[in-house]
């Protein structure tokens, strides 16, 4: 099993930039593939990003794309969500998880382990 925490989480104005961390405990991170998700007040969870064992080719939901970058660092057992031009519709608490797909998926039930998430909220 694996335990997931994040952080770095806050208040932003639009158009400033965060950068979320995801430290994983336990079994290392390097076996898994990597998502980070969100939840908007009031609504589903949703896919923002994902990113396969090797780092290679990540997938990214088209509300992000060009603005949010994943990377991982194995050794650390951490993954990271760079966020940046953020915008007021970005607000949500933030999840990161970790599945044992071989490639970078947007389907919530490919991921196993979820951490407590992280509360983002961008100010107009």
């Known amino acids: 099993q694996v335990q997931l925490v994040e952080s770095g989480g806050g208040l932003v104005q639009a158009g400033g930039s965060l950068r979320l961390s995801c430290a994983a405990s336990?079994?290392?991170?390097?076996?898994?593939?990597m998502g980070w998700f969100r939840q908007p007040p009031g609504l589903q969870r949703e896919f923002v990003a994902s990113i396969s064992r090797s780092g290679r080719a990540p997938l990214y939901a088209d509300s992000v794309k060009g603005r949010f970058a994943i990377s991982r660092d194995n050794a650390k057992n951490t993954v990271y969500l760079q966020m940046n031009s953020l915008k007021p519709e970005d607000t949500a608490g933030y999840y990161c998880a970790a599945g044992g797909n071989p490639y970078p998926t947007s389907s919530k039930d490919a991921y196993n382990y979820w951490g407590q998430g992280t509360q983002v909220t961008v100010s107009s």
């Open positions: 336990g079994r290392s991170s390097a076996t898994y593939t």
